[in-house]
């Protein structure tokens, strides 16, 4: 019998768009973003119970990260040692967590940026806190456990935590085109705005906020826009204005010096080293002249940088001037998403509480489902035993009577007797009635004889009133809801007292730094490009007392003022802008600034045709000439933007620029084609055009050639080319037509 092929025919893009999706979705819920349940990452989880699991807890020895990492690894999270020692690294600095999750030993980094020792260095172990808010009732069946990758090992498909992790110590992620960024906050303000909610669940955010007053940064900090803060948190989105702490210090002589103690959050890491930088630049680009000297003393204890003012310096002014152009004061953005029910949520503050309170419900329903199960079984066993000291004659008789276990054991539970020697009949009858069950009976054959003692007797009965009394009081938790929400209000209380700190962070409505800026006393200056766009900047004394070396060594000077722009015209067609101010002024023997590093000019890309002062270029027409001979003139205010790179012309594909210039009366151009034809034009036939146009063709070019050079000749200018060994003389060609041949040289 012939197979017959099915074909199921898919359309490509549908194919590709579900695999795409199904890729999404597992970064998102299986790696980026954390559970709002216990505002952990599934890496942040899989280390947490390992580290758990191998009983590296807060009162037992530490064990190497390695060994912490290669475990996680090979059981739980598949996808490499490196994100695994980062998560550990990270839940173990307290200058990024609010609550760290765990207590390293080594070098675990810094708040400068520093790395972490490897992984063979470094040792770990579980916080106090970890250990009780966070992995406790493991097993008391309260999380459901689900396969590992490979489906060898099981892992819980969320931890118990019994405090809003994701608040207290906040999430950053990135998935497929979502992003999460929540900042960490004060775990006793936490704590109470749980209660309330448990008290009172139609609170609003404004009636929340009275309890969790805002983010706490361990860095400390200013929050400088609480007005935002409703809104940020009612949305779960928007942008939270921190500052940096600024302390100004008396010195001797009269000076002052600022100490910065605190800093935004979002300046950890390599952020302070950066800061300094622009510190430095505010100074080398002659923004402020009030700073001396700049340093970093921070240590473990603390940060401390301070700066140092020269005598009269305004200090306030630079406070100001530093929030406004440096990190000083940075803005933290907030999205406030999580996987809620399987499905990624952006939440405010309330929703989130929400569904941690519903965890915790969910949590000590089955915990104490759990423990009730467990006391009715000891009840049953208690029940057994005390019924057993009183019939222990008749029991030791069965025993002794009984040829095996099985034998005794259908004696005790459904009471044969058949097989058993008695004494006498009324054993007999009276074992026939015993009916214990199951598990009493099991546990009157494992009893040893010491506890017939009466100590242990009247022990037994005090243990079995304990269990009943147990038994009444986790019934009444699962049955009253009241009852259950006191048991999580105490235990939270029972937390914040041993795990709440100060707040640190301070939260206020501070007014826009505003810099009072010194008015720039305006001079004539000489800028000096060289031939490597290196540009520096004297003043006109400096530069008349060096001009011979000046001119020989630059390949541009331009006379302006030090307030003025340069225009950077490319033979891309584009112009870039470039303050005077931001070059160096100084010596004449100074290096000077590339001019990349100043404007978005790329020396490696384009090449400068005409660099000219923006003042002096606002009276004038400019003139541009492409390789396929496209001509236009532009006048120059066109010229005067904010912008600091715009489009000086409109260039067909493939072409560039050869000549930019300034035009001046009675000027000619000539134009030099690759097949060596000349054509000599009056710069008056060209016509003008906005920045934004083509142009009109300057020669008529045949198939294949292009233009190689434009000359643009002054009244007086001489310029000769060599041309197959002869010189042709620029301004002594025949002045033609515009849109015409040439002549062949």
Partial sequence: MAVQEKLIHMEYSEIMEKSYIDYAMSVIIARALPDVRDGLKPVQRRTLYDMHELGIRYDKPFRKSARIVGDTMGKYHPHGDISIYESLVVMSQDFKKGLPLVEGHGNFGSIEGDGAAAMRYTEARLHKVTQECYLADLDKDVVDFIPNFDETEKEPEVLPVKVPNLLINGAEGIAVGMVTSIPPHNFGEVIDGVIAYMKNPDINTQQMMEYVKGPDFPTGGIVVNKDDLHAI??????????????????????????????????????????????????????????????????????????????????????????????????????????????????????????????????????????????????????????????????????????????????????????????????AKKDAAKLKFTERQATAILEMRLYKLIGLEIQALMNDYEK????????????????????????????????????????????????????????????????????????????????????????REIIFCKNTDKLALFTNK??????????????????????????????TTKEEILLIASLTHLRDKKVVFATKTSMLKVVDGKEFDVAKRTTAATKLAEEDELLLVGILQEQD??????????????????????????????????????????????????????????????????????????????
């Fill in 233 to 426: 948190y009612a949305t779960g989105t928007g942008k939270i204005k921190v500052r940096g702490k600024v302390e100004i210090e008396k010195v001797k002589g009269g000076k002052e010096r600022l100490i910065i103690t605190e800093i935004p959050y979002t300046m950890i890491g390599a952020n302070i080293g950066k800061f300094l930088n622009d510190v430095c630049g505010l100074v080398e680009t002659k923004k402020t002249t009030d700073i001396v000297d700049i340093s970093n003393q921070s240590s473990k204890e603390g940060i401390r940088i301070v700066i140092d003012l020269k005598n009269g310096a305004n200090a306030e002014n630079l406070c100001n001037l530093l929030y406004k152009k440096t990190r000083l004061e940075d803005t933290f953005g907030v999205n406030m998403l999580a996987v809620a029910d399987g499905r990624p949520e952006t939440m405010g503050i309330v929703p989130i509480i929400r569904h941690h309170v519903n965890f915790q419900y969910e949590l000590a329903t089955r915990k104490y489902t759990t423990l009730l199960a467990k006391e009715r079984q000891k009840k049953e066993i208690q029940e057994g035993l005390i019924k057993a000291c009183d019939v222990i004659d008749l029991i030791i008789e069965i025993l002794r009577g009984s040829k095996d276990m099985k034998m005794a054991k259908a004696c005790l539970v459904e009471g044969v007797t058949e097989g058993i020697r008695f004494k006498s009949q009324q």
């Fill in 467 to 554: 269990t009943m009394k147990n038994i009444q009081e986790y019934s009444d938790i699962l049955e009253n809801r009241g009852s259950m929400a006191k048991v999580i209000m105490k235990e939270l209380q029972t937390f914040k007292k041993e795990y709440a700190r100060e707040r640190r962070t301070v939260i206020d409505n501070v007014a826009e730094a505003v810099v009072v800026e010194k008015p720039i006393e305006e001079v004539d200056v000489a800028v000096m490009i060289d031939r490597f766009s290196y540009g520096r900047v004297v003043d006109m004394v400096t530069y008349e007392r060096n001009k011979e070396a000046a001119e020989a060594e630059s």
């Fill in 573 to 602: 067609g584009q112009m870039h802008l470039i303050k005077v101010l931001d070059l160096p002024f100084g010596k004449f023997r100074d290096k000077g600034q590339p001019l990349d590093n100043v404007s978005n000019f790329d």
């Fill in 668 to 745: 000619t151009l000539v134009m030099q084609s690759q097949k060596e034809m000349f054509l000599r034009i009056d710069a008056a036939t060209i016509p003008e055009k906005k920045k934004g146009a083509i142009g009109v063709r300057g020669m008529r070019l045949a198939d294949t050639d292009l233009l190689q050079a434009v000359f643009l000749m002054h009244a007086g200018d001489s310029e000769t080319v060599k041309v197959k060994g002869k010189d042709v003389v620029l301004n002594r060609l025949h002045i033609g037509n515009r849109d015409t041949k040439g002549v062949k040289k």
